[in-house]
């Protein structure tokens, strides 16, 4: 049976990109998939007084369920009322690629959805994303479009190559969509591999440089559609002391490249108003447990290091609320 999102207590993006834009920050959307993550993002948006954007990709709500993600949000909300600030949710699916699973999350209370056609052509990009938003207006879920695509893999998102957002297309696309808001490519990439080496330079200490972001594109985006709320995908900084703990204790990661803090800080003044971070979560996650496994060989109880994994993963929001969207004191 479909439920309203407004019964689970939860908002739209409407007013949120409305108060962003104006006031030159970015509301975080951080992806989680189960319980741990999602305390922690409720914590530190509390304790920082940030409105916030819970995000779900076609993979994770398949991975939690569709009908326990509906609890889960409705439980953020009164958690959050609980910790003391009533501070404002948004359910929103990331990455969408059908019609069929828009309308399914809609009907399961989620306020917000992304219809990601870019991988078709401009056209049915057009038709598609149009589809979503008649039938999402109808019960006030904001609708997420993209233009452009983006490098990289994260759960079903996968793509060899960028393909930057064309200025010259958004004003017709934002006019024949009637999109909320619009996803854009200016050299954010998913996953923690965002470049490849050979696409960096090195500084004096040998740690790799990942080209500078398109801000360009960005520029000539807003003129083109002054005020209208922009999106960033792929917006991870892979923090290297995470890298470099899951390598300390087993892991094998290599290559990890993200998107420097103060790129991200500069794009939040501008029109953009929502900036996804997943892969940050996962690494600051999986480094604490690893690090865990290690010095606590004789620990068998979950609680015993995934507590710690969302005391970090809490330390990490706050940290991004604050030093790099500038969201904090916002709710």
């Known amino acids: 049976m479909a439920v309203s999102y407004k019964d689970l207590g939860l908002v739209n993006t409407k007013e949120l990109f409305k108060k962003a834009t104006e006031g030159k920050y970015a509301i975080p959307a951080f992806n989680f998939n ?56 948004v359910l929103h699916l990331d990455h969408g690629d059908t019609f069929e699973l828009c309308q399914s999350c809609i009907e399961y209370g989620f306020s917000s959805v992304m219809i990601d056609g870019s991988h078709h052509s401009y056209e049915e990009n057009v038709a598609l994303t149009r589809k979503v938003v008649e039938y999402a207006h109808k019960y006030d879920v904001t609708v ?22 064309q200025p010259e297309e958004v004003q017709d696309f934002v006019s024949k969509t009637g999109v909320d808001s619009l996803a854009i490519s200016i050299g954010t990439s998913h996953g923690a591999n965002k470049f490849k080496p050979e ?83 996962r690494l600051a996650m999986t480094a604490s447990i690893r690090e865990n496994f290690i010095q606590h060989p004789e620990w068998f109880d979950p609680r015993q290091y995934l507590g710690p994994a969302r005391e970090e993963l809490k330390k990490l929001y706050a940290h991004k609320t604050v030093n790099v969207l500038g969201s904090a004191g916002k709710a």
């Open 199 to 281: 696409q960096c330079t090195r500084n004096a200490e040998g740690i790799l440089i990942p080209p500078p972001l398109r801000f360009d594109i960005l520029e000539a985006i807003e003129k083109k559609i002054p005020g209208f709320p922009i999106v960033l995908h792929g917006s991870s900084s892979v923090p290297q002391q995470y890298v470099k703990t899951i390598n300390d204790n087993g892991g094998k990661l290599k290559d990890t490249i993200g998107i420097p803090e103060d790129e991200l800080r500069r794009a939040s003044k501008s029109a953009v108003c929502k900036i996804n971070i997943d892969s940050d979560g």
């Open 34 to 89: 189960n319980m741990e993550q999602m305390q922690a993002i409720v914590q530190a948006c509390v304790e920082t007084k940030s409105p916030v954007i819970l995000q779900v990709s076609g993979g994770a709500r398949k991975y939690a369920n569709q009908t326990l993600l509906r609890y889960m949000a409705q439980g953020a909300v009164e958690y959050a009322k609980e910790l003391g600030y009533n501070i404002p949710i």
């Open 144 to 165: 997420e479009g993209e233009l452009g695509v983006l490098a990289g893999i994260e759960d079903d998102v996968v793509a060899e190559h960028h393909t930057y957002t």
